[in-house]
């Protein structure tokens, strides 16, 4: 089924040379624009003080790179273009294929931002982290489950650190309450 998805998207490459050209950038450059947005938000996460926020952020990220690391020392997914007919719109040397490391990159990113640092940039990302996993297959590089792959390490790294971050924060304020109490 994830070659026949791949199939599906990528036979649509090659037809709409402006629709190509998106694609082609998305897949290849919008992540140093994603990058650019959460730099920005960091530096100002910083200058104004919110040092938790930026450390479950960055956080996040180490879990996710962590995470992409290790599935992709146990997989064996080559890329689509070695051993398929492909619609190559970008060039890449031939390798593991999952997790894709934009995928991964872009929606730990997104979803970090989201949840740690700004909601309204946060799903701006979240949309260009989408773009680029479409872009991804539709270029010729990955198969959806690569891009799948990347997007659930993205989000469940972002959510295992929102979550634990809460519980972090709720205890601190049981603490802090008790010894006002007392």
Not at 88 to 101: F, I, K, N, Q, W
Not at 121 to 147: F, K, N, Q, S
């Amino acid at each position: 089924m994830n070659y026949q998805v791949f199939h599906a998207i990528n036979t649509l490459a090659g037809r709409w040379p402006r629709i190509d050209w998106v694609m082609r950038f998305a897949a290849v450059r919008l992540i140093f624009v994603v990058f650019a947005v959460a730099g920005v938000l960091v530096v100002q996460a910083l200058v104004q003080r919110q040092f938790r926020r930026v450390l479950c952020f960055a956080g996040e990220l180490l879990l996710a790179f962590g995470l992409s690391q290790g599935l992709e020392r146990l997989s064996r997914e080559v890329r689509p273009f070695p051993s398929h007919a492909v619609h190559r719109l970008v060039t890449h040397a031939p390798g593991v294929s999952m997790p894709s490391d934009h995928a991964t990159a872009a929606f730990a990113v997104a979803l970090g931002v989201l949840l740690f640092l700004d909601r309204r940039a946060g799903l701006a990302l979240t949309a260009a982290a989408l773009l680029i996993g479409v872009a991804r297959v539709w270029t010729g590089l990955h198969y959806p489950g690569g891009v799948l792959a990347g997007a659930a390490i993205g989000g469940l790294s972002a959510f295992s650190v929102y979550v634990t971050d809460l519980g972090a924060r709720d205890v601190q304020r049981r603490t802090s309450l008790a010894h006002r109490l007392s």
